[in-house]
Structure formats: structure tokens, C-alpha cells
């Protein structure tokens, strides 16, 4: 969701924030990739509409630049959308060196990890 929020911004140049279309499409496409809301592809693809099919290939680029380098593969970041109650989809994210960071009831995963030798192998 933040990343196809400030896609918008950059798109529309919101606020005090100057118009950068390239960059608003290539973070609107990093949210529209993979496991996201419906609301948020159709929005990528509502924009991409008005992009003339000539620079079509041009914004493939710059969307698979920003996903190589923001999107889940990149930060670690994967997400699981369920829809268990057959009314609201819910999307479930997780950071996949979370528990290196967390504290949770007092321990530190970073400490409890280092004390079971995980860092030493």
C-alpha cells in the first residue's frame, strides 16, 4: 500500500512534491507485482492506459528496475492474500529476517540466535 501511495504522489506531483511520472509509475508497478489488493493493479493499469504504446516498453524497464530493486525479492518483504472469510481480502506481510530483530516478551531474537551459535556457522 505505501508504495503505491507514493506512486500516486509522484504521478500527480501531490503536495509540495514535484511531478515525476517515471518514478510514480515504477512504484505504483512494484505494487501492482505479485501478491497485492485488485484495487492497486487496477489503478497501475488505469494509468498505464493513458501511457502512449510507444513508451510502453520504456515503462517495462523502468517497472522491472524498481522491482529489482524494491520489490519482495529485493527487501525480503513477502506477502500471503487471504480471503478465509469469503468477504474481505487480507494481505499478510512478513519481513524475512523479522525474527533477527524482534523482541518479543523480553528475549531479542538477535541475542537468542547468536546464543544458539546460529551466527558462528
Same mark, same amino acid.
Given at each position: 500500500?505505501?508504495?503505491? /501511495? ?18 510514480g509509475m $515504477? ?6 507485482? $505479485? ?7 487496477? /489503478? ?5 492506459? *493513458?501511457?502512449?504504446?510507444?513508451? *510502453?516498453? /520504456?515503462l517495462s ?9 524494491? $520489490? ?21 506481510? /512478513? ?21 544458539? $551459535?546460529?551466527?558462528?556457522?
Amino acid at each position: 500500500m505505501s508504495q503505491a /501511495r507514493l506512486g500516486e504522489i509522484l504521478v500527480l506531483g501531490l503536495g509540495s512534491v514535484d511531478q515525476d511520472i517515471a518514478a510514480g509509475m $515504477g512504484w505504483m508497478g512494484v505494487a501492482a507485482s $505479485g501478491t497485492t489488493l485488485p484495487s492497486i493493479r487496477n /489503478r497501475f493499469n488505469e494509468l498505464k492506459s *493513458h501511457v502512449p504504446s510507444a513508451l *510502453h516498453s /520504456r515503462l517495462s524497464s523502468i517497472v522491472a528496475a524498481y522491482t529489482a530493486k524494491y $520489490g519482495s525479492e529485493a527487501t525480503g518483504v513477502n506477502c500471503l492474500r487471504d480471503k478465509s472469510d469469503g468477504y474481505f481480502t487480507i494481505i499478510y506481510c /512478513r519481513f524475512e529476517d523479522e525474527w533477527k530483530y524482534a523482541k518479543y516478551m523480553g528475549v531479542d531474537g538477535a541475542d537468542a540466535l547468536a546464543d544458539m $551459535g546460529a551466527y558462528g556457522q
